[in-house]
């Protein structure tokens, strides 16, 4: 089964709204990492928010961490067409799964010029 | 810089048949990882790799299998293919040390199975 679960699995805005995305997982975590994904390429790494951290912001992105509720959500703030993508958190564990993600089913972002 | 580079980028293959998917990195990273993304269901974690000489079992290891002979490479293979493994397939490396396990992907092998 799926460790981590993105809501909504669908978005679509205009240009210059904010796009926020949430994510959602089941076991302890040492971090969680956000990815994107543009349409027929693979993932490219945007920001990874330790368990020890609330909140974390990286140019239009703002994530959040909530271990007591056990969920994320990424912000992208003034959003651009090319911000058109699909979004995946993916949680990582520490100990013996160091190394191993484990992704959510993604939500497709659809950004309107 | 290359980064992880994936071949071939897409296959069609006949049930029964084989085949190797090559993944190379020029990053020097320990850890490789096989991945098929099927619709609505992310990424599945399929084999991965801790260094060379080593592999393990990931989430879908069925029907696949893989190599690690040299640190740079990490090969999938599929023995007998079946429809079933008809996916795109991404493999990805990151670096060992302290706790950004970042992972660096391919575009990506895009196979189908008749």
């Known amino acids: 089964s799926q460790q981590g679960e993105e809501d909504p699995q669908a978005l679509s805005i205009q240009e210059g709204e904010n796009a926020t995305m949430n994510c959602s997982y089941k076991t302890s975590i040492n971090n969680l990492q956000w990815y994107r994904q543009n349409s027929g390429r693979g993932l490219v790494h945007l920001i990874l928010?330790?368990?020890?951290?609330r909140e974390k912001h990286s140019g239009r992105l703002r994530v959040t961490l909530d271990t007591s509720k056990k969920s994320s959500s990424l912000l992208i703030t003034a959003s651009r067409a090319a911000d058109t993508a699909s979004y995946f958190c993916?949680?990582?564990?520490?100990?013996?799964?160091?190394?191993?993600?484990?992704f959510g089913q993604g939500t497709i972002l659809t950004v309107h010029p | 810089n290359a980064g992880v580079t994936q071949t071939p980028k897409f296959r069609v293959l006949k049930t029964g048949q084989s085949m190797t998917l090559l993944c190379a990195q020029d990053m020097n990273h320990e850890y490789m990882y096989w991945y098929r993304q099927d619709p609505g269901m992310g990424l599945r974690l399929i084999h991965y790799s801790v260094g060379e000489g080593t592999t393990a079992k990931g989430e879908v290891p069925d029907g696949y299998n893989v190599s690690r002979l040299k640190k740079q490479n990490f090969l999938l293979g599929l023995e007998s293919a079946a429809p079933s493994q008809t996916s795109v397939y991404f493999c990805a490396s990151s670096p060992p040390l302290g706790a950004k396990n970042i992972q660096y992907f391919g575009a990506g092998t895009r196979l189908s199975v008749l």
């Open positions: 993916s949680s990582g564990a520490g100990g013996t799964s160091y190394g191993k993600l484990t």
């Open positions: 928010i330790r368990s020890n951290e």
